[in-house]
């Protein structure tokens, strides 16, 4: 009787070993399943933060080159407003000092019109002095 009982419990260590060896090798397959999950959804996570690292990098590079171009514009439109500032106040200059020399060559011309004008008029007149001596 007490044979048979050793022999129970050596089956029933045996069997309770079996079970756990089992159990063991099942938790085990199921943690590396679990293992295997986690590590896609870490990757998938990985991947979906560092594509949207890379939109917020682009986007903020677009951003960036926006503000250059309209620096750069606005700077242009600056640049064109100035030059068309000194471009007509040179034209302006321009036409003052042309102004200027045309009035003094024309008052240089009525001076000299008024000279010969004088000087043919007395010599008009002494013509006609002459004459009026002769006659």
Do not use: F, G, P, Y
């Not at 397959?29 to 917020?56: F, G, I, K, P, Y």
């Amino acid at each position: 009787h007490e044979r048979e009982h050793h022999r129970e419990i050596s089956e029933l260590a045996a069997k309770h070993t079996e079970e756990v060896e089992k159990l063991r090798a099942e938790l085990k397959e199921e943690q590396e399943h679990l293992v295997d999950e986690l590590r896609q959804q870490m990757a998938a996570t990985h991947r979906a933060e560092l594509e949207q690292a890379q939109l917020q990098s682009q986007t903020l590079h677009s951003l960036e080159l926006e503000t250059l171009r309209l620096t750069l514009n606005n700077m242009h439109t600056s640049q064109l407003e100035l030059a068309q500032s000194n471009l007509r106040k040179e034209k302006e200059t321009a036409l003052v000092e042309l102004r200027e020399m045309l009035n003094d060559k024309r008052a240089q011309e009525v001076a000299i019109l008024q000279s010969r004008h004088q000087l043919e008029w007395e010599r008009i007149r002494e013509q006609c002095l002459r004459e009026k001596e002769e006659l």
